[in-house]
């Protein structure tokens, strides 16, 4: 029996992949392992038995993502911390000087497009949402900025709901493991879904995006510290501590 075709790929292509089913199965694997390597980063509330979260505050998720665009984590969460404490829901944050939200996120990059953008958000979520964060997709694209990655993120970490956030580093990793062969975040989203069950889809992006910081860095992968033993792009053998 031929191979099955891999989703997203021609059928030229598919005579040198591995079957869908053994991808998954690699897929699973490589996520079970980053799960263990991982665990001292598993977030407070979220239940590793039935994956179940118990939510961050989905406004506050939708902002401090939006802050954190090329911005480094530290200074996503000052700037933050320092919005939420004065703004905390659309309703404060829309009634806010663009002068004071300014100042408040100022150690974020391009934080004089952001001030103007967060307001706006919080103006259209009280207006045209009642005051609460939509939890489908389609409604959060509507919001003023949010493109998917950002609408993904609200749906995982605000709500619990099942998504695939792709950042730079879940694309990177994707494409050094061979689980996606792609150019584009997109494209990786749409793969990754069909790569990953949909009850993984919430461990996806926490735990590459950690691997990504920690281990499988742009530069320098640091691959005698990763115990993804079938991983194609290894430069280095693994070496147990
Ligand atoms: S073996 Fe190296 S390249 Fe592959 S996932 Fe691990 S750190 Fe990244």
Do not use: G
């Given at each position: 029996m031929p191979a099955r075709r891999r989703p997203g790929t021609s059928g030229r292509q598919s005579a040198r992949i591995e079957p869908l089913a053994a991808l998954r199965h690699r897929a699973l694997s490589a996520l079970d392992a980053l799960k263990v390597l991982h665990a001292h980063t598993q977030r407070p509330g979220r239940d590793p038995a039935t994956h179940e979260d118990a939510g961050e505050d989905p406004f506050q998720v939708l902002i401090s993502t939006v802050l954190s665009q090329r911005t480094r984590d530290e200074m996503t969460a000052v700037?933050?911390?320092a919005l939420f404490a004065e703004f905390p829901d659309p309703g404060s944050l829309s009634?806010?000087?663009l002068g004071r939200v300014r100042r408040l996120i100022r150690p974020v990059g391009f934080y004089n497009e952001k001030a103007k953008r967060v307001r706006e958000i919080a103006k259209k979520i009280l207006s045209e949402f009642d005051g609460r964060v939509p939890d489908n997709l389609d409604n959060l694209?509507?919001?003023p900025g949010v493109g998917r990655k950002?609408?993904?993120c609200v749906l995982v970490f605000g709500f619990g709901i099942p998504a695939i956030p792709v950042d730079t580093h879940v694309h990177r990793i994707s494409n050094r493991l061979g689980?996606?062969?792609t150019k584009k975040p997109e494209e990786t989203e749409t793969m990754l879904a069909q790569v990953f069950p949909k009850d993984r889809w919430l461990d996806v992006n926490e735990l590459l995006v950690t691997h990504g910081r920690e281990i499988c860095r742009p530069i320098g992968p640091r691959c005698e510290k990763c115990p993804l033993e079938v991983c194609p792009s290894r430069r280095r053998p693994f070496q147990q501590q």
């Open positions: 700037a933050a911390r009634s806010a000087t694209l509507t919001l950002t609408a993904n689980l996606v062969r």
